[in-house]
């Protein structure tokens, strides 16, 4: 046993395991560590990874912010606290920069959340990271790819750093439109040649202050970014980059990085003894149910879930709304109705085999989640970048994305019958369903992860779940 918090496991016990799996394994005692913006979307997919690779027998730690300490532990993995990192909670972003409410527009808005919540916070990142490092010499980091601490070390620590995909991929191609703005590609000339004039525009004007302010940052550092902007200096300088989600959900392009792997959808960990699971008496009532939530970080209850309730109050219609804690008894005694279920929270692994649509302002782990599930989508959400997850839901037509913050009652039930009556919805999402059940995410990244660290074994084949030939390392 290496340390009071890891797997007793053995090297035989691995190559045992290596040998079922047709996978490479990792050393037991493997150093990782964790780290990640401090935000639910960023922190909460990386959960199931690091169980899983403390289950390999690896020596992993974490350092995040004190606001997922407890979380942390509960995993029994040690935390490491940000010291000179600003400690900002993703769902306290408005209390911690209260300016940024100023900006209305969706790019002031995206601006000045790249420079003060990302891209300022790297050097103290780094600084962190690099006091951890001298006591527990780490051989690998493992971050969001949204953590702008990747760059410095890589670089400068000279450390292999894996950057998780916890968003659509963000690279920059000659055949996309540029990222950020929520655009899906054009199949026309004319298309095609305005996306050329905007990729230009974005990087010299939309977002010329974060890109050149990231350069700086790094070359102060010594870190040549060349001319690359903020989207893909990060996926360029980390060793690996595994994209959470798979190909059916991600635009074709021909000049992807290679250094770019799809791992499936990389959820949240699920504990495996929990409580009785959550039901209903009232899902044996109703012939649909509509599922609606906000997520966590969003507070204002009025822009989706609000319209959601007025659309279908008294309908055919079952409609739980969860509210992540907002306003839930509030809205409880607004919304009295039979067909109405209002809870803080409620695991989305025990309502969404019930549901038929999903209504959502986009977060990335409850898209893939609503997917895997095979549920047709109802998306409404531009900030945080959920404009371009949502392009996505509607480009792949896997739903309808309302492209607005703020849908009346009448589009959203409109949209609801919609997706509910063409049959095309459902036939998308099972077939994209069907793709990511062929992908084992845990142990996906766990096999790029050994093969970067040992290169001999780096030829292989990569199995999907169904232990058939998926697709190669190398």
């Given at each position: ?41 960023h ?54 920069f ?11 808005r ?32 493992i ?34 439109p540029?990222?950020g703005l ?55 300088k ?6 959470s ?15 770019i ?34 997520g ?14 007025e ?9 739980i ?18 067909n ?20 959502t ?10 997917i ?16 371009e ?15 607005t ?48 660290l ?21």
């Amino acid at each position: 046993m290496y340390s009071d918090h890891l797997k007793t496991i053995t090297m035989e016990q691995a190559y045992q395991k290596a040998a079922l799996t047709g996978l490479p394994i990792l050393k037991p005692g493997t150093k990782i560590l964790f780290a990640n913006v401090p935000a639910d979307g960023h922190f909460n997919p990386l959960t199931s990874l690091a169980v899983h690779l403390q289950d390999q027998g690896c020596d992993v730690r974490w350092y995040s912010s004190a606001w997922y300490a407890e979380k942390i532990k509960k995993l029994q993995v040690p935390w490491y606290p940000f010291k000179k990192a600003l400690d900002a909670p993703g769902d306290k972003i408005d209390e911690v920069f209260p300016e940024r409410l100023k900006y209305k527009n969706q790019i002031r808005r995206l601006n000045y959340d790249m420079i003060h919540y990302f891209i300022l916070r790297s050097t103290e990142y780094y600084d962190d990271i690099c006091e951890i490092h001298r006591s527990f010499p780490f051989d690998v980091v493992i971050a969001d790819v949204c953590f702008s601490g990747i760059p410095l070390i890589k670089e400068k620590l000279g450390v292999p750093v894996i950057a998780i995909g916890i968003i659509p991929l963000s690279q920059s191609s000659k055949e996309l439109p540029p990222p950020g703005l929520g655009m899906t590609p054009s199949k026309t000339f004319r298309g095609r040649c305005k996306q050329d004039l905007l990729r230009f525009l974005t990087d010299r004007v939309l977002f010329r202050k974060p890109n050149q302010l990231m350069r700086e940052i790094l070359g102060k550092h010594g870190v040549n970014a060349g001319k690359s902007n903020v989207f893909d200096i990060i996926i360029q300088k980390a060793t690996l980059v595994l994209q959470s989600g798979t190909p059916g959900f991600e635009y074709t392009r021909k000049d992807m990085n290679d250094n770019i792997r799809f791992i499936g959808p990389l959820l949240p960990y699920r504990h495996k003894k929990r409580q009785q699971r959550w039901t209903h008496e009232k899902l044996e009532q109703y012939k649909k149910v509509i599922l609606v939530t906000q997520g966590t970080v969003e507070k204002n209850t009025e822009k989706i879930i609000v319209p959601t309730l007025e659309a279908f109050k008294g309908s055919e219609y079952l409609v739980i709304a969860t509210t992540g804690g907002s306003n839930t008894k509030a809205l409880q005694a607004r919304y009295p109705q039979h067909n109405i279920i209002i809870e803080d929270f409620i695991p989305f692994t025990d309502i969404m085999p019930y549901a038929d649509v999903y209504i959502t302002n986009g977060g990335y782990g409850g898209i893939l989640l609503g997917i895997e599930h095979k549920l047709p989508l109802v998306v409404a959400g531009v900030h945080e970048g959920k404009n371009e997850i949502n392009a996505r839901v509607g480009y792949f037509e896997l739903g309808i994305n309302l492209h607005t913050e703020s849908p009346t009652p009448t589009r959203i039930r409109s949209s609801v019958e919609k997706v509910m009556q063409d049959d095309k919805y459902r036939r998308n999402v099972e077939k994209l369903g069907n793709e990511f059940s062929r992908y084992n995410p845990q142990e996906l990244c766990a096999a790029y992860i050994a093969s970067m660290l040992q290169p001999a074994t780096s030829n292989i084949i990569i199995l999907n779940r169904n232990r058939k030939p998926a697709f190669a390392i190398n």
